[in-house]
């Protein structure tokens, strides 16, 4: 199961028309990674929640057959949180173990090994982490001979120094049908929260399989912006484009992402930015770290209460990412 029916807040205004998980990375949307690498463990029946702009996942996705994979959808008319919404799709899940991964995630973990460490401890649920020795803000997974502790706040540095890095959860978990019992039905409810708390109280076996490898989260527009980058350089580029783009030979733009039918005309300048569908950048304009989408995209609509600010300029809406 991928789940992606978050609404993404952190990362308006480029999710005003769009969910997380549909964003584009690199000519490919960010779910279709995640797709791509399920697939590629055999995983080939696919469910996919779905509530904020859920067209914008099916228009990414389709049938899932250029991913490989056969595609489920279940809709959440309220959404309903990471095990609620997992819950609500039990009547395609039920009946043996399955994976859940975070729609909003690249990666290359091995999820043979995260596997055969949930079989070897006869778990009802393994949690695969990974250290975190920057401390990112990331809430951080305690565990104790691979077994599930609970969960902490968001790491400081100066508390793991000379110490072992804090873990962090990466978003893909492997679950058995029993841990239904666990999930309060037809409501909101989280995992982290309302779930494995109570599964470890009771005595079941969480398990946490540290793994290694890339994984890159996507969920605030700095790390969408940083992350593209890094992907792009290993690309050999420091420009990706959609479709119908148009650049000037006077314009001069790097190290920016721009999406479908974007224009930057005569003498503009565009560095470390975001240019979202149908953006046009006037003559002369210097659009520098920021990310931009059309100012009608947004005009009356409130600003979620996790959003960086932005202002209007002309026909654009820019948001700043200096600090």
């Not at 789940?3 to 969910?19: H, I």
């Not at 079941?204 to 527009?221: C, F, K, Q």
């Not at 992402?257 to 046009?280: C, H, K, M, P, Y």
Request: glycine share 8%; with cysteine.
């Amino acid at each position: 199961m991928i789940l992606s029916a978050g609404y993404g807040t952190r990362l308006w205004p480029l999710t005003e028309d769009r969910t997380k998980p549909a964003i584009p990375i690199l000519g490919k949307p960010l779910v279709g990674y995640v797709a791509e690498y399920l697939a590629g463990y055999g995983c080939d029946e696919i469910v996919v929640n779905l509530h904020h702009r859920p067209e914008s996942v099916r228009r990414a996705l389709g049938d899932g057959s250029r991913f490989g994979v056969r595609l489920h959808y279940v809709e959440e008319p309220e959404i309903l949180g990471t095990s609620g919404g997992i819950e609500n799709a039990r009547a395609l899940l039920d009946g043996e173990t399955f994976i859940v991964v975070n729609g909003k995630i690249i990666t290359d973990i091995d999820l043979n090994a995260a596997l055969k460490t949930h079989r070897r401890a006869q778990a009802i649920a393994t949690l695969v982490v990974l250290p975190n020795p920057s401390c990112e803000r990331f809430s951080i997974v305690k565990a104790s001979d691979g077994m599930l502790q609970g969960f902490g706040g968001m790491p400081i540095n100066d508390d793991f120094a000379g110490k072992d890095p804090p873990l962090m959860f990466t978003g893909i978990q492997i679950l058995e049908p029993a841990i239904f019992d666990y999930i309060p039905h037809a409501v909101f409810s989280h995992t982290t929260t309302d779930v494995y708390p109570q599964a470890v109280a009771a005595g079941e076996h969480v398990a946490v399989h540290t793994a290694r490898g890339n994984w890159y989260e996507l969920s605030t527009i700095q790390r969408y912006l940083d992350i593209s980058l890094q992907l792009m350089a290993r690309a050999g580029t420091d420009v990706t484009m959609g479709t119908g783009c148009c650049i000037s030979n006077s314009a001069k733009v790097n190290e920016a992402v721009l999406w479908d039918n974007v224009i930057v005309e005569d003498g503009a300048r565009v560095s470390r930015a975001i240019l979202a569908d149908n953006v046009r950048v006037p003559a002369g304009a210097v659009i520098t770290n920021a990310a931009v989408v059309r100012a009608s995209l947004v005009i009356d609509k409130d600003r979620p209460a996790k959003a960086l600010k932005g202002e209007v300029r002309g026909d654009n809406f820019v948001v700043s990412l200096a600090e």
